[in-house]
């Protein structure tokens, strides 16, 4: 009977996607890299004229990690990634 081995170590390690605000043109789910906040932009918050609309005024620089395309990922599952990928989730 053969033994199988099984690594902790992840077969495959993915990179987040990590975008300025202004930049932002996909909907999925996005944490905040400073402050560990989600924000959740499905498709109709990213339309041209479309509500709502969301706006950031910081003095400081803000980016986001895209962790997941949807923007309904559950919140459990949200604080996974971002503890895959050394975020700080505050949410």
Known sequence: MAKQENSIESAHRVKLLEIDWEDLSEPGAYV????????RFPMESLLKGGSPVV???SHGASR???ISKDPYVTSMK???I???HNI???F
Request: hydrophobic share 20%.
């Open 32 to 39: 905040e890299r400073g402050t560990g906040d989600l924000y």
């Open 55 to 57: 706006t950031k005024e």
């Open 64 to 66: 986001l990690c895209q």
């Open 78 to 80: 949200a604080r996974l």
């Open 82 to 84: 971002c503890a895959q």
């Open 88 to 90: 700080e989730p505050n």
